[in-house]
């Protein structure tokens, strides 16, 4: 592929040809798969059509679906035996670009932004006709790739063709660093007082378990570690734990006996608080799980209500509530039930909802050598806001990632285990998303992550007692360490 396309990095899975026009598939860590089929002219190419499918993995009466969607889609199944494989493919209409046009690449861009903002519809309506698809990056590559795998498949896709590269067909998510450039943090002590040092690179992916004050202070020194590397960091504080980097530690004396070698430090940080001075926007929350919170059990209800907050694009309750009493598609009787609902939502949630603070805010990188910290305190929320705000923040970060195509910022969620009793299955595409677009993620919990979400982080940290933590890093040895004391504030254990 000659051109560059957001929402990378792409690989080729395919090069070949097919009825006399040279082919090209290419795909991303998301599993989008954008097919190219070259116009040459004279040896030169001047254009190609462009064919687009989004994978999923799919359960239950997959040809049922298909055929009330409106939408262009594919499914293919495949058994072996006693077990069978689905795959589901959204997709976008074909269409020609001309390569002499200067923003022929943004056409394409807005076609695949289009899928990758409709995906959380189509999986909330497949699940009304009792289909459950999934993100392929959720479940076990052994799932799909019976179907993935099969040479056939490619074929079909490039309607033809030969010699599909198949060992690209899963990519990894693109490594946010260079291992070997980025420098080594003192992590603590081994039982020998050696000094443990790791890159951040192997930071960025990390499980924590452990209590819960344990899973505060082993985040805290995580964050230290990633802002001494100038790595911008969200911080989701429901402890009011973390405020404290942004002064210096009194300890010189401790610094020196735990052999650091950094002097005390006080790390640039903003607090955001919600409902006072950030808000989040109701065009980026997952509604279906705010009606679910609310006890809504009229599947047909649900899908239909949900789709209508999704097409207004409003921000606030209000709003909505609006375009419910405006709306000359609702009749008399669904605008009154409605009304009813949100209302509910208004007077449970509605605080939290407003214009959501730029992602770029957010994420922003500050001139210097040290990473800008993001607080989000969420003490003061209920268990209920807190899944929607946080839920809903990762959303927003996700679909402002996936338009520039480059992000270098790391998310704390020091205790997850609330947002996993509540939905794992739609905490764990939501999480997926957030890191396949490239943001790392500590996550904490009391106990075991899923396996969908172990199979993302490549750093496990087990708290043993305190600051005495057993780690195990991907390809490398099991190691005991004793956490370095903290350069700012002073966090309890």
């Known amino acids: ?25 290419v795909s991303n860590p998301e599993n989008f798969y954008i097919v190219i089929v070259y116009d040459v002219e004279e040896g030169r190419k001047k254009g190609a059509v462009i064919e687009g499918y989004k994978a999923f993995y799919a359960k239950g009466q997959l040809e049922s679906f298909i055929q009330t969607l409106p939408k262009q889609c594919l499914g293919i199944g495949k058994n072996i035996g006693e077990r069978t494989s689905k795959i589901f493919f959204l997709s976008f209409e074909p269409f020609y670009v001309d390569f002499k046009q200067e923003d022929y690449s943004r056409r394409i861009d807005n076609e695949i932004k289009k899928i990758e903002e409709n995906s959380s519809m189509i999986i909330d309506l497949a699940r009304t006709s009792s289909v459950e698809l999934k993100e392929l990056s959720t479940v076990s590559k052994k799932d799909y790739l019976i179907v993935l795998g099969d040479p056939f498949v490619v074929k079909l896709l490039a309607s033809g063709g030969k010699g599909p590269s198949l060992s690209k067909i899963d990519l990894g998510t693109n490594p946010l660093f260079d291992e070997e450039k980025v420098p080594l943090i003192q992590l603590g002590l081994s039982k020998t007082r050696e000094i443990i040092k790791e890159p951040t690179i192997v930071l960025m992916k990390t499980q924590l378990t452990g209590g819960k004050n344990n899973l505060n202070y082993a985040s805290y020194i995580i964050s230290e570690n990633l802002l001494l590397d100038n790595i911008p960091l969200i911080i989701f504080d429901e402890d009011n734990y973390f405020a404290q980097l942004n002064t210096a530690t009194q300890n010189r004396v401790e610094l020196k006996e735990e052999l650091v070698d950094f002097e005390p430090m006080a790390f640039p940080m903003k607090e955001y608080t919600p409902k006072q001075n950030i808000k989040i926007s109701l065009k980026d929350a997952d509604f279906v799980s705010i009606l679910q919170l609310m006890g809504v059990k009229d599947n047909e209800f649900e899908k239909n209500l949900s789709l209508f907050a999704f097409a207004t694009q409003v921000n606030s309750i209000d709003e909505l509530l609006q375009k419910i009493n405006d709306s000359k598609e609702l009749t008399g009787y669904e605008k009154l039930k409605a009304e009813r609902i949100v209302n509910l ?28 910290g993001v607080i989000i305190n969420t003490k003061d929320l209920s268990i209920e806001e807190k899944i929607i705000f946080i839920q809903t923040i990762l959303r927003q970060l996700t679909k402002h990632a996936s338009e520039k195509n480059k992000t270098k910022c790391g998310l704390i969620i020091p205790n997850i285990d609330y947002l996993l009793k509540f939905n794992k299955e739609r905490t764990i595409t939501t999480i997926t998303r957030t890191m396949n677009r490239g943001f790392g993620a500590i996550i904490g919990s009391e106990k075991e992550l899923p396996p969908e979400l172990n199979s993302l982080l490549s750093t496990k940290m087990s708290i043993i007692s305190g600051k005495d933590i057993a780690v195990m890093i991907k390809g490398k040895k099991t190691y005991r360490v004793n956490l370095r004391p903290s350069l700012s504030g002073k966090p309890k254990i």
């Open 1 to 25: 592929m000659d051109f560059k396309l957001d929402y990378g990095p792409w690989e080729p899975i395919f090069v070949g040809t097919t009825y006399g026009h040279e082919v090209e598939i």
């Open 345 to 372: 939502i208004k007077m449970d949630l509605g605080e939290l909802f407003g214009q959501s603070a730029p992602s770029e805010e957010l994420t922003r990188e500050i001139p210097g050598r040290l990473g800008r």
